[in-house]
């Protein structure tokens, strides 16, 4: 069974500034079959990046998705205002399908 | 458009079984794999598990005793059966295809 841990926690950050949200695996991720969700305060998540690195439709190209094997990265180039949510990554090669803890990336 | 409904119950008593369908619109229930997800009050998300059409599933093993999952392909829906809830089940309860397209979540508390 995979376990995800995402680091960090949170992360206190300015619109405008450059967010990096890690992704570590236990094991390695087949076919890099991780995605990546947003959520905001209650609402469902949304689909942000699939395959580790492919945008889903309609997603900003801020957005990026970046790594292979058991390490994978979220990069947004740049934070706007409606980017502060919590950021799950997810992966689906290989069943159990787990999630991670999450990462909150907070207003500065 | 794809569109995911979630229906059922919003609360549930203590030992009994929590019961929910998600109906499918915009593609067939023959695509994709579909799960059901949870995430109690201020917390993260917690995979419960999927189902194929083919009645394929693979549940969370912390969970796997006391779920259920099935299909109706008629109805373009599936169905998911939580047995012996506790409290610690109180969760928004989603349904999902394979990582795409999400219900809007549905409340289930578990309460006398």
């Known amino acids: 069974e995979i376990v995800l841990t995402q680091s960090p926690g949170s992360l206190s950050l300015s619109p405008g500034e450059r967010a990096t949200l890690s992704c570590r695996a236990s094991?390695?991720?087949?076919?890099?079959?991780l995605a990546w969700y947003q959520q905001k305060p209650g609402q469902a998540p949304r689909l942000l990046i699939y395959?580790?690195?492919s945008r889903a439709t309609g997603i900003p190209d801020r957005f990026s998705g970046s790594g292979s094997g058991t390490d994978f990265t979220l990069t947004i180039s740049r934070l706007e205002p409606e980017d502060f949510a919590v950021y799950y990554c997810?992966?689906?090669?290989?069943?159990?399908?787990?999630f991670g803890q999450g990462t909150r990336v907070e207003i500065k | 458009q794809v569109q995911l409904q979630e229906s059922g119950p919003g609360l549930v008593k203590p030992s009994e079984t929590l019961s929910l369908t998600c109906t499918v619109s915009?593609?067939?229930?023959?695509?994709?794999?579909w799960n059901w997800i949870r995430q109690p009050p201020g917390k993260g998300l917690e995979w419960i598990g999927y189902?194929?059409?083919?009645?394929?599933?693979s549940y969370n093993p912390s969970l796997k005793s006391r779920v259920t999952m099935s299909v109706d392909t008629s109805k373009n829906q599936f169905s998911l059966k939580l047995s012996s809830v506790t409290a610690a089940d109180t969760a928004v309860y989603y349904c999902?295809?394979?990582?795409?397209?999400w219900g809007q979540g549905t409340l289930v508390t578990v309460s006398s």
């Open positions: 915009g593609a067939s229930i023959t695509s994709y794999y």
């Open positions: 999902a295809s394979t990582v795409q397209y």
């Open positions: 997810q992966q689906y090669g290989r069943s159990p399908w787990p």
């Open positions: 189902i194929h059409y083919t009645g394929t599933t």
């Open positions: 395959g580790a690195s």
């Open positions: 094991q390695s991720v087949t076919s890099n079959y």
